[in-house]
């Protein structure tokens, strides 16, 4: 497994502080448990939460159908970040905010989208690009 790459891991770094003046502060951290996935996630818990819980969640796998995540997530009340991959996370993003639109749901590469509870969808409150 390779680890974050030094530009990788400054360019998190960069988008999580950003993410925490935007007030970003989850209860949890859920992350794959793949080691850039897990590295990533602690790098967002440092910056915006080290109180979080983080752990490894089923169903954050590159090829896991995107229904396990949004059905793990139909009905939470705390604030939860998922950590994830690609192409894993656009589909995840489309389940839950149920966008028509591929450009609603396209998710940027190393970067960050804030989602609201909307009844039994989500919607986008923000997002932010490396």
Not at 3 to 24: C, F, H, I, K, Y
Not at 51 to 57: E, G, I, K, R, T
Not at 64 to 79: C, I, N, V, Y
Request: charged share 20%; proline share 8%.
């Amino acid at each position: 497994m390779r680890p974050l790459s030094t530009a990788g891991r400054e360019a998190t770094v960069r988008v999580a502080q950003e993410a925490a003046a935007r007030g970003l502060k989850p209860d949890v951290v859920w992350h794959s448990g793949k080691l850039r996935a897990r590295q990533t996630a602690e790098i967002y818990w440092r910056a915006c939460n080290p109180l979080a819980q983080v752990s490894a969640a089923r169903g954050l796998q590159p090829d896991d159908p995107s229904r396990w995540m949004r059905d793990q997530l139909f009905g939470e009340t705390r604030s939860i970040m998922v950590v994830g991959h690609m192409p894993h996370l656009p589909g995840l993003l489309h389940a839950l905010t149920g966008a028509t639109d591929p450009s609603a749901y396209s998710f940027p590469l190393h970067g960050c989208v804030a989602l609201e509870a909307e009844g039994d969808r989500w919607k986008e409150a923000w997002r932010i690009g490396p």
